[in-house]
């Protein structure tokens, strides 16, 4: 289907092999991408996006960058004529001549003098800075307006490459939705309006929106996609307010302090240590900054205004701390992520589906248990979230509930499988079966994607090789049966392991259940088999996806053998009791 309704013209074969050799050359495979309609709705998003900034920062417009409190070291002259109405001779005119009276003007000749060097911007002298800026903007042409503009247009034009960039290279996955990268647009315009309504007196509390979509980012994605993008909006919101470089300074420090106090969100108290310790970030830094700018050491120390502007700029960062703790539910339904916080409540036996589980299927869970302990160390021994793991190992197998008898670890002693009248390729799909079963309970019980993504991806598109054996048998007594046997027909639909936590739990869950086969568990037994196992998994090529090296494989392999003979380890045979001899 042609993008605008045309119908494309049916290109020659030397038309055809001159555009495989255009498409070879760096200009012909950008010309390809941007042809994609996919590409060119998200270039749309990202133009509409910048066409917003300009907008809520009013680019056309010279910024006011003076706020009540501040120091002006070196004076401020008018820039242009403009006169201010004078609020007392207006009254006295009034009382004089009735409502009739014209309103008395001062008039401020270019080059005046509207504050003295080192004297500090008060409500009078705010009021008359304000009408000369006023003054300033009337007078602008729309010649200049429109050069800004143009010029704000580039520089956040570099901006969205640089971002652009750092998405495509790493996060392809905000990049593929275009839900998720509408809502990161949605979000740094909402920060830079919000940041610059709040920046005014006497609120000058612009870090707030700021510190919270940085806080959000951290949480949502990553820190050094949090940093990135907290150095842009930092820039934005220095120069469409105050313009300052120690403004930018100030709004970057308090944003790195809290980008690094969250590597791991563990509870909503750790939300509140960050806001604390990015407000006290803010108190020394602005306190640097105006002692840096400060001829006049003693006297700044004596200000209150100085000490008080750096007080309030702390407190709105601790403010941000608690609003982002408050609405952590709201922003993990948002941005589909899963924090430690909501881990822990999975974890919690008291689950329904867990307690379904239970009642239905206890050995499937009893696996999941074992699953979920050997599976946390393993990821915890390579830097993984173990807690992840084991929240999705306690969840992997809900889908065997639905059909628990025809998994053998729910069968009791001495009862016949439900297998043994069904034909291999029937067996294989109830056997394949549970993972989507478990999915629908799971988008049913509404557990976050990162759960769901363990019971889809803890088989990967690995072979089920009992039933393909028994099938191999079958054509072999029948050769008229060939296509029985197909290997593609006995394996799972996937995705393959997508995070270096679902391809933990894959290896866990196969060298769990293949250990259960052991009838002598012995160390070196359980070891070559643990071996035998990750190696078939890696050979068939499960991993690819996952993102984890050899060395950490290799590790994962050792954390699982360790483990696996923890729990089989020998015990002492305690002696028979003996028989209480009766007089």
């Given at each position: 289907?042609?993008?605008?309704?045309?119908?494309?013209?049916?290109?020659?074969?030397?038309?055809?092999?001159?555009?495989?050799?255009?498409?070879?050359?760096?200009?012909?495979?950008?010309?390809?991408?941007?042809?994609?309609?996919?590409?060119?709705?998200?270039?749309?998003?990202?133009?509409?996006?910048?066409?917003?900034?300009?907008?809520?920062?009013?680019?056309?417009?010279?910024?006011?960058?003076?706020?009540?409190?501040?120091?002006?070291?070196?004076?401020?002259?008018a820039r242009v004529t403009?006169?201010?109405?004078?609020?007392?001779?207006?009254?006295?005119?009034?009382?004089?001549?009735?409502?009739?009276?014209?309103?008395?003007?001062?008039?401020?000749?270019?080059?005046?003098?509207?504050?003295?060097?080192?004297?500090?911007?008060?409500e009078d002298r705010l009021k008359l800075l304000h009408a000369e800026h006023e003054a300033v903007q009337a007078g602008l042409p729309l010649r200049d307006r429109v050069l800004r503009v143009l010029v704000v247009f580039v520089m956040l034009v570099i901006l969205a490459f640089l971002i652009g960039y750092y998405l495509v290279k790493t996060e392809s996955v905000l990049v593929r939705s275009p839900g998720r990268l509408s809502l990161y647009f949605v979000a740094i315009v909402a920060a830079v309006a919000l940041g610059r309504i709040l920046s005014f007196d006497p609120w000058r509390a612009e870090v707030i929106p700021l510190l919270v979509a940085v806080m959000v980012f951290t949480i949502a994605?990553?820190?050094?996609?949090?940093?990135?993008?907290?150095?842009?909006?930092?820039?934005?919101?220095?120069?469409?307010?105050?313009?300052?470089?120690?403004?930018?300074?100030?709004?970057?420090?308090?944003?790195?302090?809290?980008?690094?106090?969250?590597?791991?969100?563990?509870?909503?108290?750790?939300?509140?240590?960050?806001?604390?310790?990015?407000?006290?970030?803010?108190?020394?830094?602005?306190?640097?900054?105006?002692?840096?700018?400060?001829?006049?050491?003693?006297?700044?120390?004596?200000?209150?205004?100085?000490?008080?502007?750096?007080?309030r700029g702390a407190g709105w960062c601790l403010a941000a701390g608690y609003l982002v703790a408050g609405s952590l539910p709201f922003i993990e339904?948002?941005?589909?992520?899963?924090?430690?916080?909501?881990?822990?409540?999975?974890?919690?036996?008291?689950?329904?589906?867990?307690?379904?589980?239970?009642?239905?299927?206890?050995?499937?869970?009893?696996?999941?248990?074992?699953v979920a302990t050997i599976g946390e160390a393993a990821a915890d021994a390579i830097g993984a979230n173990g807690l992840l793991v084991?929240?999705?190992?306690?969840?992997?197998?809900?889908?065997?509930?639905?059909?628990?008898?025809?998994?053998?670890?729910?069968?009791?002693?001495g009862a016949e499988s439900r297998h043994t009248n069904l034909a291999p390729a029937m067996s294989t799909l109830i056997i394949i079966g549970h993972v989507k079963d478990g999915v629908d309970l799971a988008k049913q019980y509404n557990l976050p994607p990162r759960i769901i993504d363990f019971i889809e991806q803890h088989q990967g598109t690995t072979l089920v090789q009992y039933f393909f054996h028994e099938a191999t048998k079958q054509v072999g007594q029948q050769p008229d049966h060939r296509t029985d046997a197909e290997e593609s027909r006995f394996r799972y639909p996937g995705p393959k392991p997508q995070s270096k936590e679902t391809a933990v739990m894959l290896l866990a869950d196969a060298v769990e259940s293949a250990s259960r086969t052991l009838s002598d568990p012995t160390p070196k037994r359980i070891e070559s088999l643990v071996h035998k196992i990750v190696m078939n998994r890696l050979l068939d090529g499960q991993l690819d996806e996952s993102g984890m090296t050899l060395t950490e494989l290799k590790t994962v392999e050792e954390s699982l053998t360790k483990s696996l003979i923890g729990i089989y380890h020998g015990r002492i045979k305690y002696p028979e009791p003996l028989e209480e001899k009766t007089a």
């Open positions: 289907m042609p993008l605008f309704g045309f119908k494309p013209q049916k290109k020659t074969r030397i038309a055809r092999a001159a555009d495989i050799g255009a498409s070879m050359t760096f200009s012909g495979r950008l010309k390809g991408t941007v042809r994609r309609r996919s590409v060119l709705f998200r270039l749309l998003l990202c133009l509409l996006s910048i066409v917003a900034m300009i907008c809520v920062t009013e680019a056309w417009q010279v910024p006011f960058q003076f706020r009540l409190g501040d120091h002006v070291e070196h004076g401020v002259l403009f006169k201010q109405i004078n609020r007392v001779e207006t009254d006295r005119a009034r009382f004089e001549h009735g409502e009739s009276a014209q309103p008395v003007y001062d008039v401020f000749e270019r080059g005046t003098c509207l504050v003295e060097p080192g004297q500090v911007i008060d994605y990553d820190q050094a996609f949090a940093t990135l993008t907290a150095f842009t909006l930092s820039l934005i919101l220095a120069l469409s307010t105050v313009g300052s470089i120690g403004h930018f300074v100030l709004m970057m420090s308090v944003c790195a302090t809290a980008v690094i106090g969250l590597p791991r969100v563990s509870s909503r108290s750790t939300l509140i240590k960050v806001g604390f310790a990015a407000g006290v970030a803010y108190f020394v830094v602005s306190c640097g900054n105006s002692m840096l700018q400060s001829a006049s050491l003693d006297q700044l120390l004596a200000d209150w205004s100085m000490w008080k502007g750096a007080l339904a948002a941005y589909g992520v899963v924090t430690d916080i909501s881990l822990l409540e999975l974890s919690d036996i008291s689950h329904p589906l867990l307690q379904e589980l239970i009642r239905r299927a206890p050995g499937t869970y009893n696996h999941s248990v074992t084991r929240v999705g190992a306690y969840f992997h197998d809900i889908g065997k509930m639905l059909k628990p008898e025809y998994f053998v670890e729910n069968n009791l002693g």
